[in-house]
């Protein structure tokens, strides 16, 4: 079975400073992803960053960043310089080439405070 | 930017009743998808859908669920007697390819059924 862990349930940091929520999962999959989903307030999933297991760099897209630790099966979100509208529900997902299915983490509530 | 959009934002049903949740998907999108997230809980998969037909589905997708695409660009998704349980947020998604999962899933805004 897989499964997805964010043991934050939530986290608060100051506008301009750097945060960091945790993941870890376990699969047996040899071909797995992992995606950050952002959920603000408006509700819709918003993609935030994805990487593929095979990929030994860890992906960026802006002030997003991950580390993607294999071995240990952590996969932990580091966004920079957070600004007022990353206040979100951040959301830690699976998943594989054998099937089509995401699987989710609990998701940690982040708050960006002015 | 293309968007999925759901309707109704939000439905009250007395139990028992059936529910229809509509979605219309990114129009050149080929794998459609719905999710639920029950209030405080996890986002759970229940179904996939791929050529017309469901791919995948989860245990939750019982026999009183069903999915539809019944003029090429709705999604739908039926409850036929609804259970307090089935209180929660649904969300539709679709992506163009399976890219191994690789490719972006979008999200509608969601859902939000109540189950009196």
């Known amino acids: 079975a897989q499964t997805v862990t964010q043991s934050q349930p939530e986290m608060s940091v100051q506008e301009a400073e750097t945060v960091t929520l945790s993941c870890t999962y376990d699969?047996?999959?040899?071909?797995?992803?992992l995606f950050w989903y952002k959920q603000p307030p408006s509700r819709q999933m918003i993609l935030v960053i994805r990487?593929?297991?095979?990929k030994q760099q860890n992906a960026t897209e802006n002030r997003f960043s991950v580390n993607f630790q294999k071995a240990a099966k952590s996969f932990s979100l580091k966004i920079s310089d957070s600004q007022l509208g990353d206040t979100a529900m951040y959301f830690c997902?699976?998943?594989?080439?054998?099937?089509?299915?995401?699987?989710w983490g609990a998701g940690t509530k982040l708050i960006i405070k002015p | 930017e293309p968007e999925v959009t759901q309707t109704p934002s939000h439905q009250v049903t007395q139990m028992g009743q059936e529910v229809i949740l509509r979605c219309v998907p990114i129009?050149?999108?080929?794998?459609f998808y719905w999710y639920r997230q029950i209030l405080g809980q996890k986002v759970e998969f229940l179904v996939s859908?791929?050529?017309?037909?469901?791919?995948?589905k989860s245990e939750i997708f019982d026999d009183q669920f069903s999915v539809e695409r019944p003029d090429g660009s709705n999604f739908t998704l039926k409850i036929r007697s609804t259970k307090l349980e089935d209180s929660a947020m649904y969300f539709c998604?679709?992506?163009?390819?399976?890219?191994?999962?690789?490719?972006?899933?979008?999200f509608g805004e969601g859902s939000r059924l109540t189950v009196l």
């Open positions: 997902a699976l998943g594989a080439d054998s099937n089509y299915q995401l699987i």
């Open positions: 129009s050149n999108h080929l794998y």
């Open positions: 998604a679709s992506k163009w390819g399976r890219e191994g999962l690789a490719g972006e899933l979008f």
């Open positions: 859908f791929y050529n017309n037909e469901i791919s995948e």
């Open positions: 699969t047996s999959e040899s071909n797995y992803y």
């Open positions: 990487q593929e297991a095979y």
